[in-house]
């Protein structure tokens, strides 16, 4: 090596005195090793300077296909601000001055006493004419993806240049776009780099049926362009053309090494900057981490050794001692919803080994485990269709098999008898590098779930395929996760809706005397009404059922703090009838009940007794008004957009379909409350990426989007179907609906719900979609049974004497009014008298004294300053 | 007044008063709650099983008088009822809140006499 400027330890930046660290590249590793230095460098030793070509702070890559899915580059963000880092967006560096010790750019110089390179890899074209025309993209950045999907649009076939884990991926991202897509790869078979023959046979198969065309063992040879200058034709090797009017190309990276070259830095012998087991360059002031780095020699195109560089240098600059401890290749994925898992010596090239294969047609997957030559020690292996037992098998390399090969093979067996199994140094882990010792140490230092190992090891955390291992580590641990509803029911929610269903039980005396045990409380009693509900069974409180009823269900009406009740009337889709809006206005001012618009696109009357709700609904009912269910765990509104009818964007009927829905679904209950929401074109006005089921309006039809949440932890919903006409939008949406009342657990929202499920949205678009379990038509059935079992839950009561009894504020005296709510006049409306601070708030558990003070909305008053 | 301190409700009646019929026992549901009014006091009246129990209707916690309105159950052998606003658990027959420490609701006698349920006040002395 060459060019040592500085002898070792002879100026600043050394590991004792520390200085100014400059970054080249804030890409996944770039930014892992700012968050390690900085952890570490408590001190503050280092300040750090992060120089990078693109305009975003770092992003999750690994994840940037869920661009497609509707993730936004908010949600990939990887970036937190910190005020010791010195990020500088959009200045690439142009040069390392290895003499002046500056790392060059295009706005100036930055001195260093060390340098990080970490500028990843960029996509490889092959020089074949026509790849400049527009239309032909790579697929590394967000800004590819922008580039792709705005070319995407009104266009209808694309093809992809290579047929490894990037071109699939990109497949299956045009896919989602809308277009026919074909691949074309040069070896034989699809992912030539991660599976053998066989299971590369079973993927194509795969993909074909998802109507992906593939043309393997062809190279492209040429791009044509078409008459507005952009591509629309790939010609092959054999002589064909296919035509395309998008192209990716994902034919292989290579290491983004110039900067080093240029510098004189020595490079790994197929590029890369070289670096040794520190990550440390012939410079001994500049290392290099990530996908950029040849590791003695090698580079590595994943991101769990890019982060092992990472932590070395920011251990180095410190004063440590580490070292690269080798790289895992394993990797696992979900392709165009097919399980790809390799791991290990995939190939067999272990002198000896011997290969243990298992193809099942009928479950259609295909494994292979690669064993030493006496059988004994796991060194590889590939699974395609069912990955479940990956992480075993994966933890499990290069030591002995955990079961017969067989028995880990076979669907779904092994995988869970095998984690138990695992020695302590296997890493369960991969890519935060946690080992079995450090999971057992987290639970017997009290981890007692999932997100709590998550939290403490970090293991889990990145691309989450080690996730039902932890499960079944705090099984093997005796770490009981309970799924009981409550002490009253041993049976989770989903198993005691089975019960009901299957078995016809239908009241709750008799759930408990055969199921469970004691009186019930307000866990179980809620959660059986809601059950019952679901699957129609008459008026929430008819007989018994009324005892079960939360209190907002038992008056049907919302409770509020002082006491009285607000009610709501439905307004489907948020569209209104003058005459219809006088009669709550009347209605309003006769009651006094004060009055606001929702956030729900409807109506709410605050300040109700009890014993006014029958009249007030008699009002309502009179005037054509329906419950609104807002005190229900059930549908609430489904918000609309104005739409196509006058809104000069709007692609579709956003408001007919929002109030078709709405009426569709209305008074369905559910494990907890639903939303919707309808936008006309893709501005979405309507928030219905905000809902547990959302639809945007396309050109042609409507996109589904499911598992969306606003409230307590917001999330976006996810693109579940795309360009769906109205009549095959609306079994989806009854499948889902019945899915999720089937299986959820009490109280839990849709995003949770799927968030939850084993296999994620892949399971429940083979669920729904594929009919894997057989549902579809049961599900449908269900749903059209509540739609014809509907009738309104407040005119019911008005009609029945019985039920309107139970409306008064007190049992002795029914034409009493509670003199407990009173009220004063704010802003013109009424509002619940202040009243004393309860006294028993002032017992708090802590003993504190309640600090909550309703603060007053003063404007307009000058501030008193002092 | 503070009812912040179990010594209050675990107090035997100090003044005791007369009983005030409130209604035909038929007009309490089964596992369910409902208010009356006695001497002027909101009371809350319980059918848990074959028991009858009584508590002030007002919820010391949210400070509103909606402790009736509250789903019946019970907790290992103890019948309570759950406040419909926070959901906190009392016991129905001392009034103790089983969730906050030395929070209780006041609790009333209450008994059943040729079908007609009468409730006697405790009140502080
Ligand atoms: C009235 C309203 C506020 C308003 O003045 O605008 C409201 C009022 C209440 N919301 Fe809400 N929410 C209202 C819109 C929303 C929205 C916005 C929306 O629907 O577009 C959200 C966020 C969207 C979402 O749900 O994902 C919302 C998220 C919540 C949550 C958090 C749910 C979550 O998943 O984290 C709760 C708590 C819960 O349900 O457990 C909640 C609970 C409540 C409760 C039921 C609190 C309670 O237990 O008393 C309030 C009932 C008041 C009443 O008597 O009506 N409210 N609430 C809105 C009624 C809409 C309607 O017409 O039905
Ligand atoms: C679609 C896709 C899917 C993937 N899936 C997986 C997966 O499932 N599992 C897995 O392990 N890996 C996956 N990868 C690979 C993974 O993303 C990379 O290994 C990881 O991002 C490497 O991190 P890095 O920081 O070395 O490089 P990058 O993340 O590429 O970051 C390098 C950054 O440096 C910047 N840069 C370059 N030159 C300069 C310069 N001169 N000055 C300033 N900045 C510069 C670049 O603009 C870039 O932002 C995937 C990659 C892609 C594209
Ligand atoms: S945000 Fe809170 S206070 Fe406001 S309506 Fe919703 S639940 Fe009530
Ligand atoms: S293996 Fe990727 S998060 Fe654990």
């Known amino acids: ?866 | 007044m503070s009812i912040a301190t179990d010594t209050y409700t675990r107090r035997p009646a100090a003044d005791t008063q007369g009983w005030s019929p409130v209604c035909p026992l038929e007009k309490l549901e089964p596992e369910r709650g409902v208010a009356a009014l006695v001497d002027g006091a909101q009371v809350a009246l319980f059918r848990a099983g074959d028991e009858l129990f009584a508590l002030d209707n007002l919820d010391p916690v949210g400070g509103a008088y909606v402790l009736s309105r509250g789903i019946v159950g019970s907790r290992g052998g103890t019948p309570t009822v759950a406040s419909p606003l926070h959901k906190q658990v009392y016991d129905l027959r001392t009034g103790a809140c089983l969730d906050l420490p030395g929070v209780a609701v006041p609790r009333h006698d209450v008994r059943c006499r040729d079908g007609l349920v009468e409730v006697r006040l405790r009140r502080e002395g």
């Open chain 1, 1 to 866: 090596m060459n060019g040592d400027t500085t002898g070792p330890g002879t100026a600043g930046g050394d590991a004792a005195t520390g200085g100014r660290v400059v970054v080249i590249g804030n890409g996944m590793v770039g930014q892992r090793f700012t968050e390690a230095l900085r952890a570490r460098d408590t001190d503050r030793r280092w300040q750090v300077t992060v120089l990078a070509e693109e305009r975003r702070p770092a992003y999750d890559r690994v994840r940037l296909s869920a661009f497609f899915d509707g993730v936004s580059a908010e949600e990939l963000n990887l970036h937190t601000p910190d005020d010791g880092v010195e990020l500088r967006l959009g200045e690439p560096a142009t040069a390392i001055d290895r003499e002046r010790r500056v790392v060059v750019t295009a706005a100036g110089e930055h001195p260093y006493d060390a340098v990080v390179l970490a500028t990843g890899s960029y996509p490889f074209v092959p020089p074949v004419a026509g790849r400049d025309l527009p239309g032909v993209f790579v697929y590394r950045t967000l800004d590819d993806l922008e580039a792709i999907r705005e070319h995407a649009r009104g266009r209808r076939v694309g093809a992809v240049i290579g047929g490894g884990l990037l071109g699939l991926e990109a497949a299956n991202a045009l896919r989602l776009l809308g277009l026919a897509t074909h691949v074309i790869e040069f070896a034989p078979r699809l992912m030539p780099v991660q599976v053998d023959e066989a299971g590369g046979a079973m993927l194509r198969r795969y993909v074909e049926e998802l109507g992906v065309t593939t043309h393997l063992g062809v190279a492209t040879t040429a791009l044509r362009p078409g008459a507005d200058g952009a591509v629309t034709a790939l010609e092959l090797s054999d002589g064909r053309t296919v035509d395309a009017e998008l192209v990716v190309v994902a034919a292989g990276i290579r290491p983004r090494d110039d900067l080093a070259r240029a510098a004189g830095l020595e490079l790994g012998p197929r590029g890369g900057v070289l670096v040794d087991a520190t990550c440390r360059t012939g410079d001994e002031r500049i290392w290099a981490v990530g996908e950029c780095a040849a590791v003695d020699g090698v580079c590595h195109g994943l991101v769990a050794p890019g982060y092992a560089t990472a932590e070395v240098v920011a251990d180095r600059l410190l004063g440590g001692a580490a070292t690269f401890p080798g790289a895992d290749t394993a990797t696992k994925l979900k392709l165009l919803g097919v399980d790809v898992a390799s791991f290990g010596d995939a190939h067999g090239t272990t002198e000896g080994s011997l290969d243990v294969t298992f193809t099942d047609p009928a479950t259609r997957s295909y494994a292979k485990l690669v064993l030493s030559d006496d059988a004994k020690t796991l060194l590889g292996g590939v699974l395609v269709g069912d990955a479940s037992a990956y992480p075993t098998l994966r933890a499990s390399v290069g030591g002995p098999l955990p079961a017969a090969p067989l028995a880990l093979l076979a669907p779904a067996g092994g995988a869970a008898a095998g984690a138990g199994a695992l020695p302590g140094s296997a890493q369960v882990c991969s890519c935060n590098a946690v080992t079995r010792d450090d999971i057992d140490a987290a639970i017997a230092g009290g981890c007692a779930d999932v997100p709590a190992l998550k939290a403490c090891t970090r293991a889990g955390t990145s691309c989450g395929s080690c996730v039902p291992m932890l499960k079944q580590l705090l099984d093997a641990a005796g770490v009981k996760q309970s799924t009981a509803l409550c002490e009253h029911f041993d049976l989770s929610r989903q198993e005691l809706f089975d019960v009901v269903r299957v078995r016809g039980i239908r009241t709750f005396s008799r759930l408990v005397a055969e199921h469970g045990r004691g009186r019930g409380c307000d866990i179980c009693k809620p959660v059986v009404a809601s059950i019952l509900a679901s699957l129609g069974t008459g008026h929430v409180l008819d007989g018994e059922r009324a005892s079960l009823q939360d209190t907002n269900d038992a008056y049907l009406a919302n409770l509020q703090r002082d006491g009285s009740y607000s009610v709501v009337p439905r307004i489907p889709g948020g569209e209104i009838t003058p005459e219809k809006l006088i009669v709550i206005g009347q209605v309003a001012q006769e009651f006094k009940l004060y009055t606001k618009i929702t956030g729900g696109q409807r109506i709410d009357l605050f300040g109700a007794r009890v014993d006014q709700l029958p009249q007030i609904w008699r009002r309502l009912v009179d005037a054509g008004f329906e419950s609104g269910h807002a005190y229900g765990k059930a549908l609430r509104t489904v918000k609309s957009c104005v739409g196509e009818t006058w809104c000069r964007y709007g692609v579709q009927d956003s408001v007919g379909l929002a109030v078709a829905l709405e009426l569709r679904y209305r008074g369905l209950r559910a494990p907890h409350k639903l939303k919707s929401a309808v936008s006309g074109c893709a501005r979405e006005c309507a928030e219905a990426r905000s809902k547990d089921f959302g639809i945007i309006a396309t050109d042609t039809g409507w996109n589904l989007y499911v598992g969306g949440n606003g409230g307590f932890r917001p999330r976006h919903a996810d693109l579940f179907a795309t360009d769906l006409s109205t009549a095959e939008l609306i079994p989806l949406i009854d499948r889902f609906l019945m899915y999720y009342i089937r299986t959820a657990d009490r109280l839990q929202r849709t995003a949770a719900w799927i968030e939850a499920m084993e296999g994620g949205l892949d399971h429940l678009r083979a669920v729904i979609v594929d009919d894997s379990l057989g549902l579809c038509a049961e599900l449908e059935a269900e749903m059209a049974r509540h739609v014809a079992g509907y009738s309104d839950e407040w005119r019911d009561v008005l009609d029945d004497p019985e039920r309107l009894r139970r409306f008064s504020s007190f049992v002795n005296a029914p034409d009493v009014p509670d003199p407990s709510i009173t009220f004063a006049v704010e802003r013109g409306q009424p509002v619940p008298a202040g009243r004393a601070r309860p006294v028993a708030a002032a017992a708090a558990p802590d003993g504190e004294a309640p600090a909550r003070r309703r603060q007053p909305v003063t404007l307009g008053l000058p501030e008193v300053r002092r």
